[in-house]
Structure formats: structure tokens, C-alpha cells
């Protein structure tokens, strides 16, 4: 291309012999006589005048329509006997379908502190037809085939939404996750004890009917597995001693663990049943002490120096 270019400089001397100063217009002509669609063509732009005058030629902002701008290369003024001269290559492209195309640029004279400006003669150029005749559209339609087109992840996308829901996940646990682990611990325990006051009143309903002792003994293994995991400790590895030591002696506990080993190891249920119900509902009524106890501390313990634990 650039030899193309300083060849079409070369060419100035003869161009300038057809000008006279009188006539006093830039010149342009086109490296070829045509070009086709799309095709990038170059353009020669001079100017011959007085050294004492100032002009300035077309930049990239200026409409050459129906050429697109691609580059251009200005080359130095050169002067001889007070007169000069300005040339530039532009290399243009067109996509318009017109036969004969026309380009008529101008040059911008400072004077006076104002601007004058001096368009050149058109150039033409041909456009090259590689189709020749109508084309058969229907034809065409009818033998068209249409490419399947693989689908492709945006991959930058994915990293971008990743990276935002990380970030809001971070956020979220900075500033709730404390509260977060609370509410789903106390999800937790009202759901275990929920699930442990319908079993154990299921186990009542049935020793209300059948007084069997199978009955008490399932019940009181059911309260037992329960508080274990309620308190976290091993409490259905306790006597009953042990048991109402680790209560500091509640009346509830020591009181129905007493009601119901007279049951069992004396098997005297059948005469003083009222006394094994009561000792039913304290227990009872202490896991459901026992669970307020854990939910409150739970609820209002979990601090910065008292945080809490999932176990």
C-alpha cells in the first residue's frame, strides 16, 4: 500500500504541469478508474498557492460521502518560486451501489480572520459489478441452508453475577449471620420439641388405654433422649439419682422419677394408675420448663463474648 502511495506522489510534477495558477483549485484524482464494494481505494488531494497563504485540508470529521474515511497520510508543503504545495492520500472505502461515484473535496484558505473555502473539480470513479444480470431470488431462498450456530456461555457474565452474589452473600453474613444462626437454632428446638410433646402424648393416650409398664418405660427413654439433646448432655445415661442432682433436685423430677420407678420395680400400676399420669404430665410439664429455659438463653446470650454454639 505505501508503495502504491509514494508511486501516486511521484506522479505530482506531471499532474501539476496540467495546472495553471490562474485556476487556482485543489485537484483530486483516484489511484484507479474503479473499485469495488468494500474495497479500500486511495485518493490524491493537492493544492498549489501562494507560499504567504495558509489552508487546511479535510480531517477524519469531515462527510465524504459516499466514501467512508479509512486513514490518510499528509506529505511536507513543498515551495519553488513562491509557490507551494499541499498533498495528501486519503484511502477511502465505499458500500454505495451507485455506477459512477463522485468526490469533490475542499480546501479552507485563512484570510482575514475568516475562511474561505475552495472545492475542487468532481472526480470520478466506476464501481466494479461482479454480478451480472438479475439474480434469482427464489431460487436462491429455496437452496439456502441455515448454519446451526453452537451456543457459547458468556463466561464473563458468570464471572461478573458470581462475583456480585458472593459479595451480597458476604454482606448478608457480616451483617445478619449472627442473627441468622439464632433463628435457625430456634427453629431447631421448636421443632424437637414440638416432634418430642407429640410422641409423648401419644405414649399417655396409649397408657391411659393398656396401664402397661412397656408404655412408662418407652416414655420415660423418649424424655430422656430428648433433654440429652436439649441440654447436650449424656442425661439418658443417668440414674435417677443422678438425674435429680443434675436439676438441683426440681420437685417436678424427683417427683415423677419417684411415681414411676414405684410403678415399675413395684408393679403396682393397675392399683394407683392417677399416680403414674401425674407423673406423666410433671415430666411433662418440665420439658416444656426446660425448653423455654434453653430458648431463652439461646435467644438472648448470643453475644460478642457469648456467642452461639451449633452443635
Same mark, same amino acid.
Given at each position: 500500500? $505505501? ?79 513562491? $509557490? ?5 492520500? *486519503? ?54 441452508? $441455515? ?36 433463628? *435457625?437454632?430456634?427453629?431447631?428446638? &421448636? ?14 393416650? &396409649? ?39 443434675? *436439676? ?10 419417684? $411415681? ?11 392399683? &394407683? ?39
Amino acid at each position: 500500500m $505505501l508503495k502504491k502511495i509514494f508511486f501516486f506522489i511521484t506522479l505530482l510534477p506531471l499532474f501539476g504541469l496540467a495546472q495553471t495558477p490562474e485556476s487556482n483549485l485543489p485537484q483530486g484524482l483516484f489511484q484507479d478508474d474503479s473499485v469495488k464494494i468494500g474495497q479500500e481505494i486511495n485518493f490524491l488531494f493537492y493544492y498549489r498557492h501562494p507560499a504567504t497563504e495558509e489552508i487546511i485540508f479535510p480531517d477524519s470529521t469531515y462527510n465524504f460521502a459516499p466514501f467512508e474515511f479509512v486513514s490518510r497520510q499528509y506529505f511536507p508543503t513543498r515551495t519553488r518560486n513562491n $509557490l507551494s504545495r499541499d498533498s495528501v492520500v *486519503y484511502t477511502l472505502r465505499t458500500f454505495s451501489i451507485a455506477p459512477v461515484q463522485t468526490l469533490a473535496l475542499p480546501i479552507f484558505k485563512l484570510q482575514n480572520q475568516d475562511t474561505l473555502q475552495i472545492k475542487a473539480q468532481p472526480a470520478e470513479i466506476y464501481l466494479k459489478q461482479l454480478v451480472k444480470g438479475p439474480a434469482n431470488l427464489a431460487q436462491l431462498k429455496a437452496q439456502t441452508q $441455515l448454519a446451526p450456530i453452537p451456543e457459547r456461555v458468556n463466561f464473563a457474565y458468570w464471572l461478573i453475577a458470581s462475583g456480585i452474589l458472593v459479595l451480597v452473600a458476604v454482606l448478608v453474613w457480616i451483617l445478619f449471620g449472627r442473627k441468622i444462626i439464632i433463628q *435457625y437454632r430456634l427453629y431447631i428446638l &421448636k421443632k424437637d420439641h414440638n416432634s418430642f410433646i407429640n410422641k409423648f402424648n401419644a405414649y399417655i393416650e &396409649k397408657f391411659n388405654k393398656s396401664e402397661s409398664l412397656q408404655i412408662v418405660e418407652q416414655a420415660i427413654t423418649l424424655w430422656k433422649n430428648y433433654l440429652t439433646n436439649l441440654e447436650g448432655n449424656a442425661i439418658n445415661s443417668f440414674t435417677t439419682r443422678e438425674i435429680a442432682a443434675y *436439676y438441683n433436685d426440681d420437685e417436678d423430677v424427683t417427683t415423677a422419677l419417684r $411415681l414411676f420407678d414405684k410403678a415399675i420395680y413395684g408393679n403396682i400400676v393397675s392399683d &394407683k394408675s392417677s399416680e403414674t399420669i401425674i407423673a406423666f404430665f410433671l415430666l411433662h410439664h418440665f420439658a416444656d420448663r426446660r425448653y423455654e429455659f434453653v430458648k431463652d438463653l439461646t435467644k438472648y446470650a448470643a453475644t460478642p463474648e457469648n456467642p452461639v454454639q451449633l452443635d
